[in-house]
């Protein structure tokens, strides 16, 4: 079970992570210090890499595969 809760709670922050990267798409300093907070965390740095090498806004998280719906409009 906890397991289940860890995979769950990854999900969520995977999502949050990406929704708040869209959101700060068009101020390039706050994406930029967001996603280094994000590279804190080995699990999400690669996330994040690849968010800032985007030119495009990143799409909704469940076009990534992120299942949780909990921090989408």
Request: hydrophobic share 40%; aromatic share 8%.
């Amino acid at each position: 079970m906890a397991a289940t809760e860890a995979g769950t709670e990854s999900e969520h922050l995977k999502s949050l992570i990406i929704s708040t990267a869209s959101a700060l798409w068009e101020d390039k300093d706050a994406l930029g210090k967001f996603l280094d907070v994000v590279r804190r965390s080995e699990t999400f740095a690669p996330l994040a890499d690849s968010m800032e090498e985007s030119k495009a806004r990143p799409a909704k998280p469940s076009f990534y595969g992120v299942k949780s719906r909990e921090f989408q409009e």
